[in-house]
């Protein structure tokens, strides 16, 4: 009787501790998140300074963006994408004295894709919000559940 009611007990306690089952038999997805931001508030490069980096990367014109690459890079391959091929390849290093990775320039008339490649996230910066823009900012966050920062403005911050 004791082996019958241990028997049965143990076979409770494995028809208890099955993996719950998902939609279709297909894993979970974990979805990642993009913290965004609008900020026009912190401390602006001086009017000659944004004069010399619309000019160094050719994005004086309304249809350009400039990205820049801002804290947390540590040498991981970046790619940005859209519709007409790559805008930047780089193996961006964050600054550390003033949080400065690199910036690119890209057409803001097309969805802009930015991927980072050891970690396999990417983030997409619309049109819609890149036309409203002139200068948008990307933060790593590595270890967290958004893995990106974009904080769209129309100042630049001080990059030297």
Do not use: W, Y
């Given at each position: 009787m004791k082996k019958l009611l241990f028997i049965i007990g143990i076979?409770?306690?494995?028809?208890?501790?099955?993996?719950?089952?998902?939609?279709?038999?297909?894993?979970?997805?974990?979805?990642?998140?993009?913290k965004v931001q609008y900020k026009d508030d912190f401390r602006a490069a001086s009017a000659r300074e944004k004069a010399k980096v619309l000019k160094e990367l050719k994005a004086s014109a309304a249809k350009y963006s400039i990205v820049v690459f801002t804290q947390n890079f540590k040498g991981e391959k970046i790619i940005a994408v859209n519709a007409n091929g790559q805008l930047y390849s780089g193996y961006a290093i964050s600054n550390l004295k003033t949080g400065i990775a690199d910036k690119a320039r890209i057409d803001n008339t097309l969805d802009t894709t930015v991927y980072d490649k050891s970690d396999n996230h990417e983030v997409v910066i619309e049109a819609k919000e890149a036309q409203k823009h002139k200068f948008i900012y990307i933060m790593k966050n590595p270890g967290s559940k958004t893995p990106f920062t974009v904080t769209y403005s129309n100042t630049l911050r001080p990059l030297e």
């Open positions: 076979a409770m306690l494995m028809v208890m501790c099955k993996s719950p089952k998902t939609a279709a038999g297909s894993a979970p997805v974990a979805e990642e998140k993009t």
